[in-house]
């Protein structure tokens, strides 16, 4: 939480605040997501010993449980040590915090998240549909916490808020790495805090399958390394994510992405041969036979087995990247598809797909797949999931457009892979609804949201979070806020904030940085590394692991590259100091900041000399060629010269850094080039 921070106007506050009401912002400045409307008093409710909430008085309710878990959050935040920890009767004559609601939301599709949050001097009201939308108002109302020297309040206010989406998920790939429930559970408990409300458990793929199956064991015994879930696991990370108002999207990818599958099974594949789990990143060929019977009789029996463990009222099929090799090399699979008139392996695949939809049907339950499963003849109560884009040669968001065009509902992943490791903006400024398409008002209906994508092929629990957050809370305010809430400036102050009050909700993105650097120093001293870190990032869209075989699974990702994160925050302070110092060259207090910079990174080669074992020598060049640099940038900055034989040093180690090093890039050298650019340019315009 920080005070003084000035937040620019969004248009949806505008609407709300009248002109001469700035100051105010301030005690908004860690919202996110950005609410629907709010409306700013000019006074305080200040936090107090004696603060107390009534509500319902039954621990087992989801209400009750949200409400103690408030009221700890509370008191953590502001060291005010409340004398009633847990929520009073409803019957209480003045509860500091009252909370009303109607009815026991249900957990499914387009159920009723509003709330409406009334702050004055002496109490808080905050009232919902259901319980759901009052587990949404009290993440609002932990956020709106501030302080002043003397005490901390909550600034008098009214806010009305809901969902832009019904559909708001984060997807995590448990298969590639495997998940502790302990991680699953910390980032449940991140995704409420940003009102995010579908947890989709990507169970299967080639590397492993991740639940126990009574009916069909060897799925577990011999596809997971010992790497599963328990039955009752399972279940407890279902009443987890219930408790914080999420669902559960259970995926079992098939019929490709099915290695674990076959190596337990393999009389179900579509080649004649044993397979092995698959300890390798990419598209393999293994992939189930849709001709034979056998195979519908497990998908039926371990999805009816599975169906008893996620009471979601949807499925999740998979269906992706099934090139269907192995298809085509099977002379029995080749002769059904004549026999049948089967013109194409998505012919074949739609025709196992129906077949999935008719068990699914059975179970009451219905289908999601990747856009792949898109044909006419799937029965429209499915929904498809769109995620490919530019980078699979396709336009981006052409699959959503094609899905509704169709009739179908549908959800974009596209644009949200943070696996790629893009900076928060890339994500941020993708609407699930395409800006240029011209879908009609009740097409538009059928995007329900969009899902953040975690892949799991370079992460593991260590890194897992650092990967998801922060830059998935700035997604999750895609999914919920208005769509003209896109101040990315505004969206970058708050997400500073916003990051700490995740790890104070057990996220782990910061502490573990320090932890992979002094497991690389060898020491407690991480000084140098981590200011080294900060304008370092790991490679960007999969350039990392080229190949898919240069790590594997079992591959921990304890190297430099693991403790570096997308939006190096280093690197963007200086490059918008570098915009600064080019629009105002005169600005002594500007040039005096960007030397300082400067300064330090010059003295970081040098810092890191006492250090000596294989891993950190690996990367002292980067430290090297950023010394270089700055050493010489900073005299040119400085002296507004730069001799021949200083500027033909320079570009040697300018060139030199764009080199990727122990898979991370040097992310200051676009600001670099700017400054010398500029100053030549100075040069020029003096000269002339
Ligand atoms: C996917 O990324 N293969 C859905």
Redesign the pocket.
């Known amino acids: 939480m920080r005070k003084n921070l000035f937040i620019p106007l969004l248009s949806v506050f505008v609407i709300q605040l009248s002109f001469g009401q700035y100051e105010k912002e301030e005690n908004l400045s860690n919202l996110m997501p950005w609410p629907k409307a709010i409306t700013m008093g000019n006074s305080k409710f200040l936090i107090q010993k004696s603060f107390e909430v009534s509500v319902e008085n039954d621990s087992n309710k989801r209400i009750y449980k949200a409400t103690t878990r408030f009221i700890q959050r509370l008191s953590e935040e502001t060291g005010v040590f409340f004398e009633a920890g847990f929520p009073i009767k409803t019957s209480s004559a003045n509860p500091s915090l009252s909370i009303i609601y109607d009815r026991e939301g249900e957990l499914k599709l387009n159920e009723d998240e509003s709330y409406t949050l009334k702050v004055n001097n002496k109490k808080i009201e905050l009232s919902a549909v259901t319980d759901i939308g009052i587990l949404r108002g009290l993440e609002t109302l932990l956020q709106l916490v501030n302080y002043s020297s003397e005490t901390f309040y909550i600034p008098t206010v009214t806010i009305t808020d809901s969902p832009r989406f019904p559909w708001r998920g984060l997807m995590i790939d448990v298969a590639r790495h495997f998940q502790p429930l302990d991680v699953l559970k910390r980032n449940l408990d991140a995704m409420a805090a940003v009102k995010l409300n579908v947890f989709h458990w990507h169970l299967t793929d080639d590397q492993g399958f991740r639940v126990a199956s009574k009916t069909y064991p060897k799925l577990h015994e011999l596809g997971s390394d010992g790497l599963y879930y328990t039955h009752e696991q399972i279940k407890e990370v279902v009443q987890y994510a219930s408790d914080r108002g999420i669902r559960v999207l259970p995926e079992f990818d098939v019929p490709g992405h099915a290695t674990a599958i076959l190596t337990a099974y393999p009389e179900i594949g579509s080649k004649d041969t044993t397979y092995q789990i698959e300890r390798n990143a990419g598209i393999f060929d293994p992939t189930l036979d849709p001709t034979n019977e056998k195979t519908y009789a497990m998908l039926s029996s371990v999805f009816e087995e599975m169906v008893g463990l996620f009471p979601d009222e949807y499925f999740h099929i998979g269906g992706?990247?099934n090139e269907g090799k192995h298809w085509d090399e099977n002379v029995k699979i080749r002769n059904f598809k004549k026999k049948n008139d089967i013109k194409s392996n998505h012919e074949l695949q739609t025709l196992f797909n129906i077949r999935l939809q008719k068990i699914l049907n059975k179970l009451d339950k219905k289908m999601i797949g990747?856009e792949e499963i898109m044909s006419p003849e799937i029965e429209k109560t499915a929904i498809l999931?769109s995620?490919r884009g530019e980078n699979e040669g396709l336009p981006d968001g052409q699959s959503l457009i094609n899905a509704v065009q169709l009739g179908y509902h549908t959800l974009l992943?596209n644009g949200y892979?943070i696996d790629r490791m893009h900076p928060v903006e890339a994500h941020y400024l993708v609407d699930p609804i395409p800006g240029n398409s011209k879908l009609t008002q009740e097409q538009k209906k059928m995007i329900l949201g969009g899902e953040v994508?975690m892949?799991s092929e370079l992460v593991t629990p260590l890194t897992i979070d650092s990967r998801i957050w922060p830059r998935t809370a700035a997604i999750a305010e895609r999914f919920w806020s208005q769509k003209e809430v896109v101040d990315t400036g505004s969206m970058r102050r708050r997400l500073k904030n916003v990051s700490l009050q995740l790890e104070k909700l057990g996220i782990t993105h910061i502490r573990n940085r320090d932890m992979i650097l002094r497991n690389i120093t060898k020491t407690n001293d991480i000084v140098a590394l981590l200011e080294l870190s900060k304008v370092c990032e790991p490679l960007k869209k999969y350039t990392r692991n080229k190949g898919g075989t240069e790590y594997q699974t079992y591959s921990p990702f304890t190297l430099f590259a693991d403790a570096c994160t997308s939006d190096a925050e280093d690197a963007k302070e200086f490059s918008k100091l570098v915009s600064t110092f080019i629009n105002q060259p005169n600005n002594k207090k500007v040039k005096s900041k960007l030397n300082q910079y400067l300064q330090k990174w010059s003295l970081l080669s040098g810092n890191l000399d006492d250090f000596d074992n294989p891993i950190i020598n690996e990367i002292k060049p980067i430290a090297n060629n950023l010394s270089k640099i700055a050493g010489i940038l900073s005299h040119y900055v400085k002296n507004n010269k730069i001799s021949p034989s200083q500027e033909e040093i320079l570009n040697t180690y300018l060139e030199k850094s764009k080199i990727p090093i122990v898979d991370v890039e040097l992310v200051v050298i676009d600001s670099f080039e700017k400054v010398i650019e500029h100053l030549k340019t100075k040069k020029r315009v003096i000269n002339k």
């Open positions: 992706d990247e990747w999931h995620w992943s892979y994508t892949w």
